[in-house]
T-cell receptor, first 114, second 114 residues
């Protein structure tokens, strides 16, 4: 079964510190990988997309990496802010009958303390 | 700029009752989909549609029906509610069947079945 595994399950850091979230996947064939941020009580919002040929992509203080050989991705958050407190979800899409079916990880819950 | 609108935000049903969760988007997106989010689990795809008049089943379709008569609307019907359907339901839309286009999520409907 295609799976997306994220670690750690939860993380607590102090404001201003950096952190890295991990995503391992077994989805095949691979189309793309996205990281979403989900604030409490809200729907997920896309942060960044990685395709097979991309290794690194940045979006402000968020930097995503992808190693397609080892099927691993990471999301690095620099100089964390209180507003970064949220769940971060890794999503891998695979092609299916002309469309693309997303497979979601369980998410990493990040809490940033002042 | 409404995006994806879901109604209602909260709903309590008794076992056996039926109801419809509404989803509307104003971005002229062809692709729309429904997910459920349960504690400790990733979002799971219930049904999706790649355009008006076209729907298909996702990972967990049993107990749910959908229709897509217009581009804007994609309602989800619970035929006979069961306690196992207690969950948070998210509707999402995308302009490109989920490949290079991100999913735009609504803010969810929290459903409790007693």
């Amino acid at each position: 079964k295609n799976q997306v595994e994220q670690s750690p399950q939860s993380l607590i850091i102090l404001e201003g510190k950096n952190c890295t979230l991990q995503c391992n996947y077994t989805v095949s064939p691979f189309s793309n990988l996205r990281w979403y941020k989900q604030d409490t009580g809200r729907g997920p919002v896309s942060l960044t997309i990685m395709t097979f040929s991309e290794n690194t992509k940045s979006n402000g203080r968020y930097t995503a990496t992808l190693d397609a050989d080892t099927k691993q991705s990471s999301l690095h958050i620099t100089a964390s802010q209180l507003s970064d407190s949220a769940s971060y979800i890794c999503v891998v899409s695979l092609p299916s009958g002309g469309s693309y079916i997303p497979t979601f990880g369980r998410g990493t819950s990040l809490i940033v303390h002042p | 700029n409404a995006g994806v609108t879901q109604t209602p935000k909260f709903q309590v049903l008794k076992t056996g009752q039926s109801m419809t969760l509404q989803c509307a988007q104003d971005m002229n997106h062809e692709y729309m989909s429904w997910y459920r989010q349960d504690p400790g689990m990733g979002l799971r795809l219930i049904h999706y549609s790649v355009g008006a008049g076209i729907t298909d089943q996702g990972e967990v379709p049993n107990g749910y029906n959908v229709s897509r008569s217009t581009t804007e609307d994609f309602p989800l019907r619970l035929l006979s509610a069961a306690p196992s359907q207690t969950s948070v339901y998210f509707c999402a839309s995308s302009s490109g069947a989920g490949y290079n286009s991100p999913l735009h999520f609504g803010n969810g409907t929290r459903l409790t079945v007693t």
